[in-house]
């Protein structure tokens, strides 16, 4: 599985903000069928890499290739196009608009009057739950504001997938839920890869990461420390990538031991 | 129309799942109701209160005439109001309608005045609504651009339009309009025949558009409402529009200017819930950064909806003008400059953002207007009014706030 060609393949991507320097030549790939997990400590950088795929904070140096072609992603609008979509923690949906109108937001389909087209956005939106297996949703027009963690959770997935999507990135799906949401969860992304979907998950759960992950990277402010097969390495081999991984530049700073 | 807000069920109630009964529709509104999803509900029984209370002082109040008065009044706060819903959706506020009112009702008086230069009245009009594109156009671009909070922009907007009110009149105190069209939307009638006439088509078409929008979802396999409740709904507006026709007509008729309110009613009432940019309104107001995140653009969305606030409180000034038959240097100031804010928030529109329809508006200035028409019935200070339409907005906010938490409370939010 995790031979097969990346669907997305970044090279030594760099990003500052002002005296920040955020990312230092980043590399990172992710191939279709595979749920990569993306792990570090707080201010790794994760973050900052998923904006950069999602283009909300294009990178300044370096190279994206989408399915082995460069491309260049200045916007959501861009990173769309493409078929990435990114399911933001706590950012993903619009509490007073219901799950149809969320699913669709920025996308919705026009009749020939130039009118939304409710009815057929409702369908889709309802198909793609149920293909999904999100059965918990009571009705499609109620609002996001009355669901549970997971059931947003699930929402914001099933928007992200509606559209033909190739990769899914998934920002700490499951910080803020309980056991049985994180399995509902958890469920899902599996669905995804077993859909044929490249899936990146970015977590500080451990337990998240070798649940579903078939690889890791670890990123150590702002660089790249290790990749890891998630079948040949432990979850404390992982903690102290993200804790005391080499890096190969730190300004003013000796290197650091090497794990 | 705006009648047909009373007649439906209450929006946003609990969505049935399956096919429905009429009984589990009446349930589902009812736990709604319970759950703290009021609705119109309690602006509608506070609309009865007002009129029942007024009239017991004064048996004026419940006439005909009155009651054609009563449109008219409200007609500017209306107007106006229908562009603050928009603001409001967004989070934001605009202060400045008032005077941008004013500017507009000048501007429409000093280009008819009869020295030579008069335009006609549509030019006139066209020319005052595109000055208040353009001033809320500009208010957007300081707002979005420059990143000055809309409190800021519109509070100098509601100093410094007031001080174009004051100097396009300059010298002369009041400018009387004399422009038969103008003047005569506020001040003439449909023929009765051709109320009827009017009403019968506008329940016709809803009746279409209700029956279409149910067979094109079954067709869809989605969830329907009882059938009964479209016949419900289409008699209710049938019912209310009678009601509305044959009182005005017992007096002078319908007013031009009702019909006005009503195809800016659906216009926008439409464009809110049946376009993009309606849709972007409310995703802006009720999580800007999910918005932004799913590629609308957000600035766009803002300064199209200072334009539209703005546009629309120039032909407010318009209709007012056309009711007083003259601007003076007063023009946009005293009620006009708080009413249409005041009106969609006692109509249910949050000041949060992301929660309020069009017919806020319309409701809301209907209580205002019925409650100054009334003192002013019994001959009440505008002291007194303005305490009491203070208390007024208070106790429409607090309504609100406590079902709002009631709604919280029982997960629905």
């Known amino acids: 599985m995790t031979d097969s060609h990346p669907v997305l393949e970044l090279r030594g991507i760099s990003k500052r903000f002002g005296a920040v320097q955020a990312l230092y030549q980043v590399d990172f790939r992710v191939a279709a069928g595979e749920v990569m997990a993306l792990v570090g400590d707080n201010g790794a950088g994760k973050s900052t890499l998923i904006k950069c795929i999602a283009g909300i904070h294009p990178a300044d140096e370096g190279e994206v290739l989408f399915e082995g072609s460069p491309v260049h992603i200045h916007g959501p609008k861009d990173a769309a196009r493409l078929g990435i979509e990114v399911v933001y923690q706590d950012l993903a949906l619009a509490d007073n608009l219901d799950v149809v109108q969320n699913m669709f937001l920025g996308r919705e389909e026009l009749d020939s009057f130039h009118r939304l087209d409710e009815v057929d956005m409702e369908r889709r939106a309802s198909k793609t739950l149920s293909d999904l297996s999100v059965t918990t949703i009571r009705s499609v027009r109620q609002t996001v504001a009355g669901l549970s963690g997971g059931q947003r959770q699930s929402v914001a997935v099933a928007k992200a997938v509606m559209w033909n999507s190739k990769l899914v990135i998934l920002d700490e799906p499951t910080a803020a839920l309980g056991v049985a949401q994180t399995r509902q969860v958890l469920d899902l992304v599996k669905r995804l890869a077993d859909q044929g979907l490249a899936v990146v998950i970015v977590t500080h759960n451990m337990h998240d990461v070798f649940e579903v992950a078939n690889r890791i990277t670890v990123l150590r402010l702002g660089q790249n420390v290790a990749e890891f097969e998630t079948k040949d390495v432990t979850q404390a081999k992982v903690v102290e990538a993200i804790t005391a991984g080499s890096l190969s530049k730190v300004p003013g700073q000796a290197d650091e031991v090497v794990v | ?413």
């Not at chain 2, 048996?59 to 449109?71: A, E």
């Not at chain 2, 529009?241 to 195809?263: C, E, K, Q, S």
């Not at chain 2, 009413?339 to 529109?349: L, M």
């Open chain 2, 1 to 413: 129309m705006s009648t047909a807000a009373g007649a439906e069920p209450t929006p946003g109630a609990a969505v049935a799942h399956e096919r429905t009964s009429v009984a589990d529709a009446a349930r589902g509104w009812w736990q709604g109701v319970r759950a703290g999803d009021l609705g119109s509900l309690p602006i509608i029984v506070g609309l009865i209160i007002i009129a029942i209370v007024f009239q017991s002082q004064n048996s004026n109040y419940l006439t005909s005439g009155n009651f054609v008065n009563l449109i008219v009044q409200a007609a500017a706060y209306m107007t106006i109001g229908m562009g603050v819903v928009f603001v409001l959706l967004l989070g934001e506020i605009d202060l400045s309608v008032g005077f941008v009112s004013g500017v507009a009702g000048v501007m429409t008086a000093l280009l008819l005045l009869d020295d030579g230069n008069a335009i006609g009245a549509i030019p006139a009009i066209i020319i005052a609504v595109a000055a208040g594109l353009a001033i809320g156009t500009f208010h957007g671009l300081l707002i979005t651009k420059v990143g000055i909070p809309s409190f800021v922009v519109t509070l100098a907007g509601l100093l410094g339009w007031q001080g174009v009110v004051l100097l396009l009149i300059g010298d002369r105190g009041t400018v009387t309009l004399q422009d038969a069209t103008v003047v005569g939307f506020a001040n003439d009638f449909l023929p009765a025949a051709t109320s009827w006439i009017v009403l019968l088509a506008c329940v016709g078409v809803y009746a279409v558009t209700q029956i279409s929008a149910r067979m094109s979802r079954k067709k869809a396999g989605l969830p329907t409402e009882p059938d009964v409740l479209i016949l419900v709904r289409v008699l209710g507006l049938l019912l209310i529009g009678a009601i509305i026709v044959a009182v005005a007509n017992d007096d002078r008729g319908i007013p031009y200017v009702f019909v006005v309110l009503a195809v800016l009613y659906l216009f926008w009432t439409f464009v809110l819930a049946r376009t993009r940019f309606g849709r972007y309104v409310y995703a802006v107001g009720g999580n800007q950064e999910a918005a932004r995140r799913a590629g609308v653009n957000v600035d766009r969305v803002k300064i199209v909806v200072f334009a539209i606030c703005s546009a629309m409180a120039a032909l407010g000034g318009i209709i007012l003008a056309s009711r007083l038959r003259s601007v003076d240097t007063g023009a946009g100031g005293g009620q006009v400059l708080l009413y249409p804010i005041a009106a969609p928030v006692i109509g249910g529109t949050s000041l949060f953002g992301g929660r309020g329809h069009i017919k806020s508006a319309v409701l809301g200035a209907l209580v205002i207007a019925s409650i100054d028409n009334g003192l002013g019935l019994l001959g009440l200070s505008s002291g007194t009014k303005f305490v009491i339409t203070g208390l007024v907005l208070l106790l429409a906010v607090t309504v609100d706030s406590l079902s709002r938490r009631r709604q919280a409370a029982t997960g629905r939010a």
